[in-house]
């Protein structure tokens, strides 16, 4: 049975903790899940990550080089990040993974449909971006409580719309606007207006679940082959999973 560690107990790490019970239970790939929080002496002692075949790290980004400082201790050599923020410390992150020969998929949005939504829009803006009648906007809203804006997903949106688009020369050109409202967990919305007529491409997200799936999704590409060391991104396990599907 595979083992997996997942670090971090909050509302991603139990996401996808649920998710991998739900998996096995619908007799799915079974996984024992070891899920854990915050270290009681400030770091995990290696010893208390088991020994697992996977480390989900899903914490703080102050706590990923600890964590996968122990993920490799530890023995794990497969691994996904998906804690956001911690770029500074990318350096360290990849060389502790070449020194070790550890294979790990970092990315800030594990979500299937972002993936795929960022694709739609390079080829919506690869339509309309030549025809002079059509303006592009990108309107954003999540939960009162957020407190980045843009989101990262937006931006993220928007360096695709203004690298492509022939009239923008940088994201700032572009009419973006952020809503914080209520507790709406994510919507994106990439529209083209003319005089007569607006097309609208709109993503909305229902809850953590939709990043789960692509952790696991993640989980299966790193498994499926020996990838090499060193961080990858979720791209190629998106190019995998369109060219080759994997049963739930
Ligand atoms: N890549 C993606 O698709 C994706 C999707 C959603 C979220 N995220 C990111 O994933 C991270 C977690 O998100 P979340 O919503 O679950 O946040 P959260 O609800 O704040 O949970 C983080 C949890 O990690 C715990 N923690 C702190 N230090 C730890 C350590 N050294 N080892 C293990 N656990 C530790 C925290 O405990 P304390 O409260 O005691 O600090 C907290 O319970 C964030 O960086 C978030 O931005 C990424």
């Known amino acids: 049975m595979q083992q997996i560690t997942i670090l971090g107990d909050g509302s991603l790490g139990r996401a996808v903790d649920a998710a991998l019970l739900e998996r096995s239970a619908s007799g799915g790939r ?106 592009p906007y990108l309107l954003e809203w999540h939960r009162r409580a957020k407190h980045d804006r843009p989101s990262g997903t937006a931006l993220d949106l928007a360096r695709r719309i203004a690298d492509r688009h022939p009239r923008l020369t940088s994201t700032d050109e572009l009419e973006l606007v952020s809503i914080r409202a209520g507790s709406s967990p994510g919507m994106h919305l990439v529209g083209f207006d003319a005089a007569g007529e607006t097309v609208e491409l709109r993503l909305t997200a229902r809850d953590r679940s939709a990043y789960a799936a692509g952790i696991l999704a993640t989980a299966d590409w790193l498994e499926r082959d020996a990838r090499p060391a060193g961080l990858h991104a979720f791209d190629p396990v998106v190019d995998e999973l369109i060219a080759r599907p994997i049963a739930a």
Request: glycine fraction near 10%; avoid cysteine.
């Open 30 to 135: 079974p996984a024992e899940v070891l899920l854990l929080g915050r270290p009681r002496r400030g770091r995990h002692d290696p010893g208390d990550l088991g020994r697992p075949d996977l480390v989900i790290e899903a914490s703080r980004p102050e706590a990923v080089v600890a964590n996968v400082e122990a993920a490799m201790a530890a023995g794990a050599r497969r691994l996904i990040v998906a804690t956001t923020g911690w770029r500074p410390a990318r350096p360290r992150v990849e060389a502790l993974l070449r020194e070790t020969g550890a294979a790990a998929v970092a990315a800030p949005n594990f979500s299937l449909g972002v993936a795929l939504f960022g694709r739609l829009v390079e080829t919506a803006v690869g339509l309309f971006g030549p025809l002079d009648a059509f303006d």
